[in-house]
């Protein structure tokens, strides 16, 4: 059959862009169709913290392989891509004994982490404050990228290095399959044709399937972001993530002493009620970003989150982001959010349509960490 590609892929953020990866690199004629200039979605809203360290041991699998590609990636091009490692900084000692049980999992799980003392940390974080800080354990392998910069680099590097074609500024309005040819038709009437197409259109439900999404257990999670002025000679390295991400992250949710910490919590703390912890990661211009909360929607209702920033969230972010890190400033350049969807039930939403078009999206807060490892899973999968 005459089709002009073997794949699109509807999306170009980075569950879209790790499908091309996968099927480049198995030489297939490969075409990326995304309805912004660059992304716009949660793939240039978020961290960059590419953290295996957090994710249940499904997901850290993905995770570590997505650390490697990343790290061959930056070889070949310069995707922003630095090996600071992550820290998870324990407040107290339930936090302590957390770090402490999930150092112990780690050493099974053969993934490298190190405990770090109280004066450890204090020496290698410049500005972390004695009164917060009881321990760490740190996790060396682990990266941080620029997001925003890095999506539209690997974008131009598929495409001058693998001969990927990137269809920008072009919404895909309908796909379909007849007698095995799929055809993607975009809103100024081209029809691209394929062997198959993979839909990651992130939470974007309205446009392809939303019968599909709005029967679908999906829903969507919005989350503020802040990031400060930039900070002078002050160098903050790799993922901070603090005792709040320590009782919240999936991993730790794996340690023996974790449920009993989450039954005594106050559940109508103000953290608690809009999912706040607090994470720091330095950008390369030397200002930090600083996030995040959670306020969640179900996937037919996403325009029930609004368009508008939570002040109070804003406040209460900076103050708790003082009570654990002097920086230089804390005068606010950005303010902004970002939203990612996730499946109540399943770790991600898959569906097919027909027998050669695909979906998959709702990867929640793991899509920067575990993309990599999962598309070539799937692109195996989906191309055996
Ligand atoms: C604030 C925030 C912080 C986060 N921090 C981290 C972190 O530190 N580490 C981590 O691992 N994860 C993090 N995440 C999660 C991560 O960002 C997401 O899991 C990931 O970006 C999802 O990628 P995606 O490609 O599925 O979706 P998206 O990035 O939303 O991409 C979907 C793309 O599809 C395009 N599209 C949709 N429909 C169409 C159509 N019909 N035609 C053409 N194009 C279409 C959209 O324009 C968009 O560019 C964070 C998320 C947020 C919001």
Same mark, same amino acid.
């Given at each position: 059959m005459n089709t002009q590609y073997d794949l699109i892929i509807v999306g170009s953020g980075i569950l879209g862009t790790f499908h091309a990866y996968h099927s480049l690199q198995k030489n297939l004629k490969v075409a990326v169709i995304e309805r912004n200039s660059v992304p716009q979605g949660a793939t240039v809203r978020n961290f960059g913290q590419v953290v295996p360290?957090?994710?249940?041991i499904k997901w850290q699998n993905f995770g570590k392989e997505s650390l490697s590609i990343y790290k061959e990636l930056q070889s070949k091009?310069?995707?922003?891509?630095?090996?600071n490692g992550s820290v998870y900084i324990a407040s107290n000692h339930e936090e302590i004994q957390l770090i402490e049980e999930l150092h112990q999992i780690n050493k099974t799980n053969d993934y490298e982490s190190v405990l770090l003392s109280k004066s450890e940390c204090i020496q290698k974080f410049d500005g972390l404050r004695s009164d917060y800080c009881k321990g760490g354990l740190f996790f060396p392998q682990e990266i941080s990228v620029d997001s925003g910069e890095m999506i539209v680099k690997i974008h131009q590097y598929l495409k001058s290095q693998h001969g990927l074609d990137i269809y920008y !500024?072009?919404?895909?309005v309908e796909t379909t399959e007849n007698n095995g040819l799929c055809t993607a038709i975009t809103a100024d009437g081209r029809k691209i044709t394929a062997s198959k197409i993979i839909i990651?259109?992130?939470?974007?439900?309205?446009?392809?399937y939303p019968e599909i999404f709005n029967e679908s257990d999906l829903e969507v999670s919005k989350l503020q972001m802040l990031q400060t002025k930039p900070q002078g000679i002050y160098s903050l390295p790799g993922n901070i993530l603090t005792g709040l991400s320590i009782r919240r992250?999936?991993?730790?949710?794996?340690?023996?002493?974790f449920q009993q910490i989450k039954d005594a919590e106050?559940?109508?703390s103000f953290e608690k009620k809009f999912g706040i912890h607090i994470l720091f990661k330095q950008a390369l211009d030397g200002s930090v970003i600083i996030g995040d909360s959670h306020e969640y929607a179900d996937a037919k209702n996403?325009?029930?989150?609004?368009?508008?920033? !939570?002040m109070d969230i804003d406040e209460f972010m900076i103050k708790e982001a003082k009570k654990i890190i002097d920086l230089p400033?804390?005068?606010?350049?950005r303010r902004w959010f970002g939203i990612y969807s996730q499946c109540k039930t399943k770790d991600i939403f898959e569906h097919q349509p027909s027998a050669n078009i695909h979906i998959v999206t709702g990867?929640?807060?793991?899509g920067m960490t575990g993309s990599g490892g999962f598309s070539k899973f799937n692109i195996n999968t989906i191309f055996s």
């Open positions: 360290s957090g994710m249940d091009a310069d995707l922003t891509v630095r090996q !500024n072009t919404t895909v990651c259109g992130g939470h974007e439900f309205k446009t392809l992250y999936e991993s730790f949710s794996e340690c023996a002493s106050d559940k109508n996403s325009d029930d989150l609004g368009y508008d920033l !939570n400033t804390y005068e606010i350049q990867i929640g807060g793991k």
